[in-house]
């Protein structure tokens, strides 16, 4: 990351979102939870952006919030119970369901390299030993940004270009990668989720609805906006 770009970030790919309203085409569409971690206000921009505004919408108890005036206008809502047979599940809009395109890419900063030997105990707990001599990459995010916890020597993420195993408890704002012999250095990004790590895996992994992981990736982690 440049010196000016946050540590850590949820990059929504808007041109993914796109393609996965045109490909669905959805009539009533579950937005619950600020359209899962998404925002609600950008999924329903896009939509109205390519023409795919659904009919109705399902939304969390609070409301739509402080969406903009042209969004509200015409906005309808449907309750859970209603929509349960004809809502097209919000995975194939948002891409979490192993199908479409991912929209969310959750990414940090490496702070850190850290050698360590073989057997070498790992985080809290010494939960994670690896088996070799390896290198660590300590990655600028943990639980209290929301990576669930359950991820800790479950769950791959992604450095230079590898899938790597998380290595042992994953702390409050901290978590570690192991990158072997990767060329990973300090200031290089890694990818918790998204395109090289489906959150889908993820949640096969932990037992936790994809959904679930991304909603609760935290509003103190910046969404920005992309288009691969």
């Avoid at 009919?55 to 906005?75: N, Q």
Wanted: hydrophobic share 45%; glycine share 10%; charged share 25%.
């Amino acid at each position: 990351m440049s010196a000016s770009a946050p540590p850590r970030a949820a990059e929504i790919d808007l041109g993914a979102l796109a393609d996965n309203l045109r490909a669905v085409e959805p009539e009533i569409l579950d937005l619950r939870a600020d359209a899962y971690g998404h925002g609600l206000e950008r999924v329903l921009r896009t939509a109205a952006d390519i023409g795919r505004v659904p009919e109705r919408v399902i939304l969390s108890p609070e409301g739509p919030g402080g969406l903009p005036a042209d969004l509200l206008r015409g906005l309808r809502t449907a309750s859970a119970e209603e929509a349960a047979a004809e809502a097209v599940a919000p995975g194939a809009v948002l891409g979490t369901d192993g199908a479409a395109a991912p929209v969310m890419s959750l990414r940090a900063e490496i702070i850190m390299r850290k050698p360590i030997g073989a057997g070498e105990g790992v985080s809290y707990g010494f939960t994670y030993r690896p088996e070799r001599d390896t290198v660590l990459a300590l990655v600028a995010i943990g639980y209290s940004q929301g990576v669930a916890r359950r991820a800790s020597n479950r769950c791959d993420a992604v450095a230079a270009g590898e899938r790597c195993r998380i290595a042992g408890a994953i702390s409050m704002d901290l978590l570690s990668v192991d990158i072997r012999d990767l060329d990973a250095q300090v200031g290089d990004r890694v990818e918790l989720f998204g395109p090289g790590s489906p959150v889908a895996g993820w949640s096969a992994a932990t037992g936790i609805p994809a959904l679930a992981l991304t909603s609760r990736i935290q509003s103190s982690v910046p969404r920005i906006e992309v288009r691969r």
